[in-house]
């Protein structure tokens, strides 16, 4: 929990108005949603489609104390306490600036086009062995949610790690200039928002942007095996370079990999005698363990220690997790997000698993990818192999080029190849008739195709 002053934070804001007479009035927490509104709150008012400032009096019955204000100060609320600023966005990011260097804990950024929450939840399992640790909260990690973030943590905190996503250039630069990290990590570069930003290259660009808050001898963390951030790094003066991957060129890669139904097994060059277990599939994930490791090592967290803590970590929701489906069978449950290079690498993992009964394989529409999604959608058949799947469900208006380009291509026969579109129970009845026990199944999409609807009709109970 937080404790500032009233008086505090209008110093800190440059109050525009006279605040002297609330000023030992004590904030514990800060939000700007009035139905999440807590007792000792300040509220702020933010601009968008709706002007937050209408429901001052909904705050302040939710237990709002004070509130940032640049409406006309006559209709604030009389008696109240607010502290007057141009904008109320920019004061809410400049409070967290203030809040963050009082508490002045080691700040690592993650961003990246998937497997930003997973890395998160590493970095948070490794850096909790030794120190206080506040991370990122669902995905609150845009302009208004990682100010919110740092305004959450307690006063106690040693290391927060601080989730940054996107949808367009310039949004990382302007949280990394709020946040300042001791340690940045990019995850990878994927096709995520290539419908904003163009080009895998621009989306490099954009990632890039973590380091422009940065100060000299912070540690930047990324996958060595990415030209376009090595061709980015080389430009990069002050900041220390450490890379992951499976290569030998990285500074830290695995020696061998075992894949699991609900663990992976993997040694690395920095600990050969050592067997490292985390609780999820995927040599994609082993890279985000990789992040989270030397992570831990910059703050120097001992890496068996480490091995010990990722062995526990608690992943978030719906990201690669299993769940029991109907009739003895297991989904593969990854239904939050999706980008074409994410998709092919859990496909390409979940085909390499052992099973007694049949592999389904169920892909919805991934969003944002633009000009380019039929040729990226088309570009998932690499990973899709008919010796290792049995049969393939396609969901939403993009998957129909996939559908047709595995079918031209003949490798899969019709039978099993499935297309869907619209309403969705046809194909949850479909399958609730094909899954027996020992089957598996994958479920993949972006969120907002909501194949999550799928997972839950099919789950068991």
Not at 313 to 329: A, P
Request: no cysteine; aromatic share 6%.
């Amino acid at each position: 929990m937080i404790s500032l002053m009233v008086g505090e934070i209008a110093k800190a804001l440059g109050s525009l108005n006279d605040t002297s007479k609330w000023d030992d009035v004590e904030i514990t927490a800060v939000g700007f949603d009035t139905r999440k509104m807590v007792s000792g709150s300040l509220f702020v008012p933010l601009i968008g489609e709706n002007d937050g400032h209408k429901f001052i009096q909904n705050a302040i019955d939710n237990g709002a104390k004070a509130a940032l204000w640049s409406a006309p100060l006559e209709d604030a609320p009389a008696d109240f306490p607010v502290i007057l600023v141009e904008d109320t966005l920019l004061a809410l990011q400049e409070l967290a600036q203030y809040y963050l260097k009082k508490v002045a804990p080691k700040v690592v950024g993650i961003t990246g086009s998937n497997g930003k929450t997973t890395t998160k939840d590493m970095t948070d399992a490794v850096m909790s062995s030794r120190y206080r640790v506040y991370k990122t909260q669902g995905n609150f990690n845009n302009q208004i949610g990682l100010p919110i973030t740092i305004l959450s943590m307690p006063v106690d905190t040693e290391v927060v790690i601080l989730e940054m996503g996107m949808s367009d250039k310039g949004e990382i630069e302007v949280l990394s200039h709020i946040a300042e990290p001791d340690i940045a990590i990019i995850t990878m570069i994927g096709e995520s928002h290539i419908e904003f930003l163009g080009s895998r290259a621009n989306i490099a660009d954009a990632k890039m942007e973590i380091t422009s808050g940065m100060k000299e001898q912070s540690l930047l963390i990324y996958p060595g095996e990415e030209e376009l951030l090595e061709e980015r790094a080389e430009f990069l003066k002050g900041i220390q370079l450490k890379t992951f991957g499976t290569k030998e060129s990285n500074d830290i890669y695995p020696l061998q990999i075992t894949n699991q139904m609900r663990e992976t097994s993997f040694i690395t060059n920095l600990a050969p005698s050592i067997e490292v277990k985390i609780p999820v599939l995927g040599t994609y994930n082993v890279n985000n363990a990789l992040a989270a490791l030397t992570a831990g090592m910059a703050l120097d967290i001992p890496i068996a220690e480490s091995f010990e803590s990722l062995a526990q970590f608690q992943l978030t929701k719906n990201r690669t997790e299993w769940d029991e489906g109907i009739n003895g069978s297991m989904i593969l449950n990854d239904s939050y997000n999706a980008n074409p290079t994410a998709m092919k690498l859990v496909i390409e993992n979940f085909s390499q698993l052992e099973s007694n009964g049949k592999k389904y394989v169920v892909l919805g529409d991934m969003l944002e990818l633009g000009d380019l999604s039929e040729e990226l959608h088309v570009s998932v058949k690499e990973a899709l192999d008919p010796a290792k799947v049995d049969e393939v469900y396609l969901y939403g208006a993009e998957m129909k080029a996939l559908q047709e380009a595995l079918l031209n291509e003949g490798r899969f026969s019709q039978e099993s190849i499935h297309y869907f579109i619209g309403d969705k129970q046809p194909l949850i009845e479909e399958i609730k008739q094909k899954l027996k026990e020992n089957d598996y199944i994958l479920i993949k999409s972006s969120f907002g195709t909501d194949l999550l609807s799928v997972v839950e009709a099919l789950k068991l109970g």
